[in-house]
Each structure stands twice: as C-alpha cells, then as structure tokens.
C-alpha cells in the first residue's frame, strides 16, 4: 500500500513560482513511477508531468514545458514539482499519482495510487 500527501498550493501572482512536494509512504515506494495531473473546475483531470522509478525519465505536458520541472529526492520517497512562471491558467487542485509499471506515463488509468490534492491558484 502507498500513501501519498501532496503539499506546497497556495495563491501565487502571474508570473510567480511554487514548488510541490508529494510525500510517500510505504516500503516499495521507491519501485513506482510518479506524475503530476492536475484538474480545474468542471474540466477533466489533465496530465501534468510524470518521473519514471529511476528518474531518469521525465514528460512534460506541452503546456508546461519548459516551465515546469519534475523532480524526485534523494531517497526517492518525494516528488517535487517546482512550477515557474505561472499563469492563470494552470490555477486548479495538483494531484501527485504512482503506479507499479516503473516507467513515466501520461494515462491517469494507470495509477494505482493516488493524493487528496493541492489547491494552486495563481492571480493575474
């Protein structure tokens, strides 16, 4: 079983930057591939970014790229993701996902695991 608890929304200016985090537990954490979703009010959850296991691996949604970055720590149980440049458009709940098959992936379906979310709201 693994848990996760994203932390880091906030209310943030165009313009302005913040970083997530998303904390893991549970012994095999380090054998999941993460990602980033996001999803606003009345839309469908959307991709965000995705870190395969070893992090060696990263995608990006063309809407964020070059401004977002996926990271994960050192002992790869947290999964940042430090978003610069913000727009009012990327405002919505951030949630952080993990699933088994080790590689990143951009389909919400294969996540076995999910967080409660992050509220980031960004101001013009």
Request: net charge positive; aromatic share 12%.
């Amino acid at each position: 079983q693994v848990q996760l608890v994203e932390s880091g929304g906030g209310l943030v200016q165009a313009g302005g930057s913040l970083r997530l985090s998303c904390a893991a537990s549970g012994r095999t954490f380090s054998t999941y591939a993460m990602g980033w979703f996001r999803q606003a009010p009345g839309k469908e959850r959307e991709f965000v970014a995705a870190i395969s296991r070893s992090g060696g691996s990263t995608y990006y949604a063309d809407s964020v790229k070059g401004r977002f970055t996926i990271s994960r720590g050192n002992a790869k149980i947290t999964v940042y993701l430090q978003m610069n440049s913000l727009k009012p458009g990327d405002t919505a709940v951030y949630y952080c996902g993990a699933h088994g098959l080790g590689i990143a992936t951009t389909t919400p379906g294969a996540y076995d695991y999910w967080g409660q979310g992050t509220q980031v709201t960004v101001s013009s």
